[in-house]
């Protein structure tokens, strides 16, 4: 994958103020807040900066958590994983592989096959229906 950099101006002209704070600034949406936390339709979730494809609806489950939850990427290599210390927390905070971008965090208490639940804002993503 071609890495995307862009300055900060720039990323401030294509986002919105919102989309800006959660992903460039680590900000998070409140829960239940979000445009696709019970979003229910078929598709796939890209990355609102960079257009990388991210997650598929069919790995997408109701976590109770008000966040849009999902077992597994797309693929391993679309998102990269870094300790997140802030708030006091230790937690694993997931980025786009592509460009950086703050995604949300992954935790190990999701449902088989992974086990895993990545918890995203829905800020950070851009959801495109299947056809």
């Known amino acids: 994958m071609d890495k995307v950099t862009r300055t900060d101006a ?12 959660v992903t460039r600034l680590k900000h998070t949406e409140r829960p239940f807040t979000g445009r696709y936390w019970d979003n229910a339709l078929r598709g796939t979730y890209v990355c609102v900066c960079c257009g990388t494809p991210l997650f598929v609806s069919d790995t997408k489950f109701d976590a109770g958590c008000g966040w849009p ?12 994983e870094q300790r997140d210390t802030s708030h006091g927390m230790v937690r694993t905070e997931v980025l786009c592989a592509t460009c950086q971008a703050h995604l949300g965090h992954v935790f190990p208490d999701g449902p ?7 918890c995203m804002n829905s800020l950070s993503m851009r959801f495109i229906p299947a056809e």
Not at 113 to 118: A, D, Q, S
């Open 69 to 80: 939850s999902y077992f597994q990427p797309v693929t391993p290599d679309c998102v990269r």
């Open 10 to 21: 720039q990323w401030r002209s294509q986002l919105s103020p919102e989309e800006y704070a």
């Open 112 to 118: 088989p096959p992974t086990g895993l639940r990545y």
